[in-house]
């Protein structure tokens, strides 16, 4: 039987990495809670915008995909789902809405991660919704010859269950215990329950809704501005390298989760920055448009697109950031690289 003793982690001395991530972390999470108390019709702004993106993103680390104005009209709820693709993007969509507006309801137990996980398939022709997995599976990997071999094999189906409740009910004892800080046990209750593998399909999908959840529970809002998932989808390798690093002899309760955690919290800090940027873009004084998609692509290093710009300025319409690109582009100031979905851009 697989043991979860988080009060193993109250005397882990955590290394200066992990330590400064945590500090930067709370401090912006406190200055970042003023801006929004103080501004909270501008910085609302940035939640759709957010919800998109993390609709958008987390299906597509699955590979479950459809088109940028498709996502848009089903985030809005103006068209109707075509495809399988599509139903389980919508379920999507309600399970995240759900986590925004109820997130204090709803409590870290099998019941309510199965009622979540029910919601995810509501649509769709699958009849797993809601049900713990019922056959094994297991996470492979692909050689660079094509073959493939099994890199981690989760619990057994018939231990599923009863794990699901131990590992919620030991992150709740240690987060009311408080020996650790919840930014290190969140990281470790999302691996624990990717190694468990719950679920026949969605269990990636569900982790980032859980990660979520658990931001909001212990105050980090930063999920509701920011997508973490798309952050997540952007460093994928990362993300897929520290999950693997993370859970070798997890089975044995032998396995170290130091590089997951690593990587949870530079995602979390990295969403903390966007939106610290994002927000002093939004209550910038100066009106002019132009003057506002100039002052952003000043900060950018590189190449960057419209979707960027349309991301980072929530204020303006898509057809306003079209006009100040092509005035941009007629001034001499951006080039433009590219052509149609590859189109991109560079400062001159």
Request: aromatic share 10%.
């Amino acid at each position: 039987m697989k043991i979860f003793n988080y009060s193993q982690y109250k005397n882990v001395t955590w290394d200066n990495e992990i330590l400064g991530y945590i500090s930067q972390i709370h401090e912006y999470k406190g200055k970042l809670a003023n801006i929004e108390y103080k501004n909270k019709t501008k910085i609302n702004k940035l939640v759709e915008i957010a919800k998109i993106q993390s609709i958008e993103s987390s299906n597509k680390i699955e590979g479950i995909v459809t088109t940028s104005t498709r996502i848009k009209q089903i985030c809005e709820n103006k068209t109707t789902p075509k495809n399988r693709d599509e139903k389980e993007i919508l379920g999507y969509r309600d399970v995240l809405n759900t986590i925004h507006e109820n997130y204090e309801f709803i409590s870290i137990n099998s019941s309510y991660i199965l009622q979540l996980h029910r919601d995810l398939y509501k649509f769709s022709e699958k009849s797993i919704g809601g049900k713990f997995k019922n056959v094994q599976n297991y996470i492979s990997e692909t050689r660079t010859d094509g073959s493939s071999f099994v890199r981690f094999q989760p619990l057994e189906p018939y231990e599923t269950p009863d794990a699901i409740d131990r590992l919620c009910e030991e992150f709740n004892i240690a987060v009311s215990k408080e020996y650790v800080d919840p930014l290190i046990l969140i990281p470790i209750f999302v691996l624990d329950f990717l190694c468990i593998h719950p679920f026949n399909d969605g269990n990636g999908r569900m982790s980032r809704l859980l990660t979520l959840l658990l931001l909001y529970k212990q105050e980090y809002s930063v999920g509701k501005f920011i997508s973490i998932e798309k952050i997540i989808e952007e460093t994928k390798n990362r993300y897929y390298d520290s999950l693997q690093s993370s859970s070798i002899n997890w089975i044995d309760g032998k396995n170290n989760p130091t590089e997951f955690i690593k990587y949870m919290l530079s995602v979390i800090l990295k969403a903390y920055r966007d939106l610290e940027e994002r927000a002093n873009i939004l209550l910038e004084k100066k009106s002019k448009a132009l003057t506002q998609v100039q002052d952003i692509i000043n900060t950018k290093i590189g190449k960057f697109t419209k979707s960027e710009i349309v991301s980072l300025c929530p204020t303006l319409s898509e057809t306003t950031i079209e006009r100040c690109l092509k005035e941009l582009l007629n001034k001499g100031l951006i080039k433009k690289h590219g052509d149609r979905k590859s189109t991109y851009y560079t400062r001159n």
